[in-house]
């Protein structure tokens, strides 16, 4: 078995009166390829906020790793190799994809601009916003923004990389670059974490399933046993 990147015991998050997500078991191993699935409500994006340290639980574990991360700061996180994308992406608008891709390079400990710079022009060309590096970051659209925050994550080479809606607002042919890129970066051997609706897309890329709804886990497998699994139908599909 690879390494064991993440994993969390009884992990819960209350918001007031709502339990966003109540005593959720979750590991992730080095390699994966896993897709977060459930409907609207069903805690997804909660939990890969405390998963990359930008909510703090209220009652469980959570180890990186093998050292324990519950508390710390979304910072913290990232040094200990988790990276992450956001459902909204949180990019420097007036900025240029150039120096939006900087930001998270020359914040790594020791780093140097020139070679920030060009670990920058490298995840750009492989994204194919090579041609793009001088245009402010507002004027991509919204496609190209998803890549850009995915190669903001890249710059600080985590080990596991959290994308939460990746697929949401693209158009056709930038889902399918998507899904190339993440499956070239995979052969690499990163190792993903994706929260979308598309299921379609996600059938297409992931190797496990994960699904939650209400708060809870109730399905955790092959893409094909999910598909099949009456609770998951009935929660995720409302048959």
Do not use: C, W
Request: charged residues 20%; aromatic residues 6%.
């Amino acid at each position: 078995m690879s390494a064991l990147l993440i994993e969390t015991h009884a992990l819960s998050m209350r918001f007031g009166g709502i339990l966003a997500v109540s005593e959720l078991d979750f590991a992730v191993h080095a390699g994966e390829l896993v897709g977060l699935i459930g409907p609207n409500g069903s805690g997804k994006t909660t939990t890969i906020n405390m998963l990359t340290g930008h909510l703090v639980p209220v009652q469980g574990e959570i180890m990186v790793r093998g050292v324990r991360a519950h508390g710390q700061a979304a910072s913290a996180y990232a040094t200990m190799g988790v990276g992450r994308t956001f459902q909204i992406t949180q990019l420097f608008g007036r900025m240029t994809v150039l120096e939006n891709m900087l930001v998270p390079g020359l914040a790594r400990p020791g780093s140097k601009k020139a070679g920030a710079t060009r670990a920058a022009r490298r995840h750009l060309e492989f994204l194919g916003l090579a041609a793009l590096e001088n245009l402010p970051a507002k004027n991509l659209s919204g496609g190209q923004q998803k890549l850009l925050e995915l190669g903001r994550a890249l710059m600080l080479e985590p080990a596991i990389l959290f994308l939460d809606e990746p697929f949401a607002g693209v158009n056709p042919f930038l889902r399918d670059e998507i899904i190339v890129l993440v499956q070239k970066l995979h052969a690499e051997g990163r190792t993903f974490v994706i929260v979308d609706h598309d299921i379609e897309a996600l059938q297409r890329l992931v190797h496990r399933m994960v699904v939650m709804a209400r708060g809870r886990k109730i399905a955790d497998g092959t893409v094909e046993d999910v598909r099949h699994d009456q609770e998951v139908l009935r929660a995720y599909a409302g048959f």
